[in-house]
């Protein structure tokens, strides 16, 4: 069966940095694009990043380009996500996702369970 594993997050200041990973499995992750959504609480879900199956093409938000990298290694079944400079805004759980070929966010057939992210002082 399809499993996607989100880990990496915790507890971090204002300024500070986390890598978030996703472990994939029960299908050719090599293949796939992916990407990373996230939900603050109380809040909508909110897209924030994207790669093309081979990594050779990314996407972000306005709200994390130039902060965040999105990246993956196909030989391990493993997307990431580095977050710099995180700002008190960025709390929220992150969650991998494989992406619809629509692009709308309801649509996306597999979500990992999330993992949480706070940032504050």
């Known amino acids: 069966e399809v499993e996607l594993v989100e880990s990496g997050g915790g507890l971090v200041q204002p300024g500070g940095s986390l890598r978030l990973s996703c472990a994939a499995s029960g299908f050719t992750f090599a293949s796939y694009d992916m990407s990373w959504v996230r939900q603050a609480p109380g809040k909508g879900l909110e897209w924030v990043s994207a790669?093309?199956?081979?990594?050779?093409?990314?996407y972000y938000a306005d709200s994390v380009k130039g902060r965040f990298t999105i990246s993956r290694d196909n030989a391990k079944n493993t997307l990431y996500l580095q977050m710099n400079s995180l700002k008190t805004e960025d709390s929220a759980v992150y969650y991998c996702?494989?992406?619809?070929?629509?692009?709308?966010?309801?649509?996306?057939?597999?979500w990992g369970q999330g993992t949480q992210v706070t940032v504050s002082s």
């Open positions: 996702a494989l992406p619809s070929s629509n692009g709308v966010l309801a649509d996306f057939g597999y």
């Open positions: 790669i093309t199956s081979g990594g050779g093409t990314t």
